[in-house]
């Protein structure tokens, strides 16, 4: 595990850097007197790459040399892959169908994928949770989004 643990380490502690990096990069609004768009961003990466660094000073200074490590099943890959094309596919969504519309259609799917069976409960679960993370990241932090297509979430 003490190479394992190194290897994870450094890979989150390089995405963790980036994350702090990017964040810096987003451009703040105009006017607000609130907190600026990269503020939990930031805050995230940093978080992360403590935790990497931490991962890598307890393995070098604690790990031991364990047995051999498998590698995760074929469903686990596939379900990881299928994670992380979903979240690509959100991000790239948000634009087009805007912050409100892509939340709610990623929860639906995720809980689906997760086992939720009873659509109703599923479909409001997924409207209520994403007016509330709108609610209080564009009304009550302040933190502009953009505008999807119709123009109807920019500002």
């Known amino acids: 595990m ?7 380490g450094s890979l989150l502690a390089i995405m ?31 978080g992360l790459t403590i935790c990497a660094f931490l991962l ?11 047995e051999r490590v498998e590698w995760p099943s074929k469903i686990v890959t596939k379900r990881v892959a299928g994670f ?3 979240a690509a ?6 634009n087009i169908l805007g912050y409100f519309a892509s939340t709610t259609i990623l929860l639906i799917v995720f809980s689906r994928l997760f086992g939720a069976k009873r659509w109703r ?12 993370a709108l609610f209080s ?11 999807d297509l119709l123009g ?3 500002g």
Do not use: H, N
């Open 2 to 8: 003490k190479k394992a643990d190194i290897l994870a």
């Open 56 to 66: 890598v000073i307890e393995a070098i200074l604690f790990g031991k040399k364990t």
């Open 89 to 94: 596919l959100y991000i790239l969504s948000q």
């Open 137 to 147: 990241f564009k009304f009550w932090l302040g933190i502009p989004f953009p505008s």
């Open 152 to 154: 109807l979430e920019g």
């Open 84 to 86: 992380m094309v979903l």
């Open 16 to 46: 963790g850097l980036v994350v702090i990096e990017l964040s810096r990069r987003i451009p703040p609004p105009l006017f607000t007197k609130t907190l600026l768009p990269g503020f939990f961003p930031m805050w995230l990466g940093i």
């Open 121 to 132: 409960e599923l479909i409001v679960l997924a409207v209520v949770t994403s007016a509330i």
